[in-house]
């Protein structure tokens, strides 16, 4: 992907904490070049917990304490209404990623005309992740299935490359960007899907 200058006074990015500040507050150090320039993190606190992680950046980010905890898509769907910026990035906490690559998720959101972009993302170990998938079949998810009870690894749907765009069918959540007008015309998330689950897996965008 072509890595654009932008302003990161467009952006907005969404990130839910599940008691979760040790990971956020590493993946605040990556993003600290665009917050000191003008982005806006939305920080929902599903539970209550310390909130000593975010010292170093309280005056860039708003912070929302839910009074009771609520879902993924809830979750996300009211961050949006705190934002009137041109750009929605969802971003689980768990996530490191290089700065550079939400302008190369920009330029390839007005360069393909897609609703949402995601990045390529990798594992600790360097492998691509499966986090874009065709759509789901009875076949797909036995053998998705089978697989995880036999403790094999599939290999990734799609072959992503760096500097490539690809139409997939699906990405998952953890890393998706939206142009905000087009977030909120199509009500967000369908709060009918309901996930919440604390997660460990660690996570690189690449760029």
Known sequence: MNNQPFDPTTLAISIVSHGQGLLIKNLLQDLSPLINNGAEVLLTLNIP???SFISNFASNIKV??????????????????????????????????????FSSLITAHKATGAGVVAPRV???????EDSARHYP????????????????????DYELQDGQHIKIDWAAGMFLLFRSSDFRNIGGFDTRFFMYRKTQTFAVAST
């Open 137 to 156: 079949t009875v076949s797909r998810i036995f053998k998705r299935v089978i697989s995880k009870i036999r403790g094999h690894r599939l290999e990734p």
């Open 122 to 128: 990798l594992g600790v170990n360097g492998n691509t």
């Open 64 to 101: 929302i304490r839910n009074k009771k905890p609520i879902g993924f898509g809830e979750n996300h769907n009211m961050a949006n209404l705190y934002t009137n910026r041109d750009w929605f990035v969802v971003l689980n906490p768990d996530v490191r990623c290089n700065p550079h690559v």
């Open 49 to 51: 917990e310390d909130e």
